[in-house]
């Protein structure tokens, strides 16, 4: 965690505090070493939440381009009394979440359920042969570009991306940017790839919106990314799609 509660204030983790976890109320101590980026721990080896993975650089450089009062908001069901932490619940309670590890169609399920109005950050580089999967199997398919707008459109084909993000019913980025920098001229990985939940309306049709960071962040404090899908998928089907690659330059 980033941030935990020192004298009932959001604190982040520094040497000699000593803090209290937002949702169990259990101590937690900080750990500033190194090779880590510094954050909360809980003492005992299990989490409260169990949606928490251990966090990367990848996901503090997300979190930081957001106010501090929107980070790791405690998002709770009152029928339930479930609790988890959201990375980011803007004040519109829009949730953005992070997603580095693996995650199994079962939890994000329950996750996109518990937050409803949401979306996902993936980090594309997690394994190294993703992105070059993801541009050949889009070339691949019938890949097509609607005139003047950010829309691409995959047809008949459902390997581009990871299966555990397919059927998902929120919006999901994601960031291949190589932040190890080996393919920083690659112009391919400077946007986001916004797959739009739109297979409900049609199954034969994947859609991407392509969007730059600061476009999305901007979105996000805007409270603009609405979208009205049964609208779009009109649009779409009304549109003269232009064949395309995805190609390096």
Known sequence: MKFALVDNE???AAKGLKGVCPICQESVIPKC???KINH???KSIAHCDKWWESETDWHR???NLFPKEWQEIVAYDEKTGEKHIADIKTSSDLVVEFQHSHISNEERISREEFYKNMVWVVDG???KRDFDKFCQNLNSFSLSYIPRTCLYVVKHGIYNIPREWQQSKVPVL???RDWLGLDQDDQRRKPLWCLLPTRKIDNSLLVFLVISREDFVDAVKKNALSIDYKLLMHG???AKLIPISIRKE
């Open 125 to 127: 580089t997690r394994r």
């Open 10 to 12: 959001k604190v982040e």
């Open 61 to 63: 450089n997300w979190k």
């Open 236 to 238: 779409i089907k009304e």
């Open 33 to 35: 070493g190194q090779y």
């Open 174 to 176: 994601f960031d291949f």
């Open 40 to 42: 909360w721990a809980h």
